[in-house]
T-cell receptor, first 116, second 115 residues
């Protein structure tokens, strides 16, 4: 069974600091992807970045990067030079590729506040 | 401009009534999905559609019925509403269903409150 856990319900940082948000997951599949989404205060969900399980290189997209520790089944989202506009709820989600029906298993989310 | 439009943004209904949640996507995607986010629960997958055909249904209740009149539309009809149906319902889409490079893009959600 799939499960995604985000143990930090909340997080905070100061403007310009680097922020790390943690996620752990359970899956019996070899091929999978981990996605990060951000939910704006309006409710909109925005795709940020994903990490394929078969790629040993940590993915990066703009100010977002991940630290992927496959053997520990954990992945962290790193936001560099955080800004108040980065505030929101960050969700980690797991997609198993063999049965890639678009079914994502989400974590509970981490509410991030970036202070000016 | 939002590429996935969900209407209405907020919806209040009485127990036992029926409502339709609207979703249109202008990303040119061929697959569409519904997810639900109940209070204090993570987002949960409900349905997936590809070229207007149901591909996966993880919703136990037949009270939830997706309706696809066009390739870029996937509405969600909910009948005999219950207070437990109160949640934010998210529509999503992706280029191709079942592809290993699938990335889902979400709308802003419809927040449904059932009294």
């Amino acid at each position: 069974a799939q499960r995604v856990t985000q143990v930090q319900p909340t997080g905070s940082s100061q403007w310009g600091e680097e922020v790390t948000l943690d996620c752990s997951y359970e899956t019996s599949e070899y091929f999978y992807r981990i996605f990060w989404y951000r939910q704006l205060f309006s409710g909109e969900m925005v795709f940020l970045i994903y990490q394929p399980s078969f790629d040993t290189q940590n993915q990066r997209s703009g100010r977002y990067s991940v630290v992927f520790q496959k053997s520990f089944k954990s992945i962290s989202l790193v936001i560099s030079a955080s800004q108040p506009e980065d505030s929101g709820t960050y969700f980690c989600a797991l997609s198993e590729l063999i049965t890639n029906t678009g079914k994502l298993t989400f974590g509970d989310g981490t509410v991030l506040t970036v202070k000016p | 401009d939002p590429k996935i439009i969900q209407k209405p943004k907020y919806l209040v209904a009485v127990t036992g009534s029926e409502k339709i949640l609207i979703c249109e996507q202008y990303l040119g995607h061929n697959a569409m999905y519904w997810y639900r986010q109940s209070a204090k629960k993570p987002l949960e997958f409900m349905f997936s559609y590809s070229y207007q055909k149901l591909m996966d249904n993880q919703t136990a209740s037949s009270r939830f019925q997706p309706q696809s009149s066009k390739k870029n539309h996937l509405d969600l009809q909910i009948t005999a509403l219950k207070p437990d149906d109160s949640a934010t319902y998210f529509c999503a889409s992706s280029q191709v269903w079942g592809h290993s490079q699938n990335t889902l893009y979400f709308g802003a959600g419809t927040r449904l409150s059932v009294l």
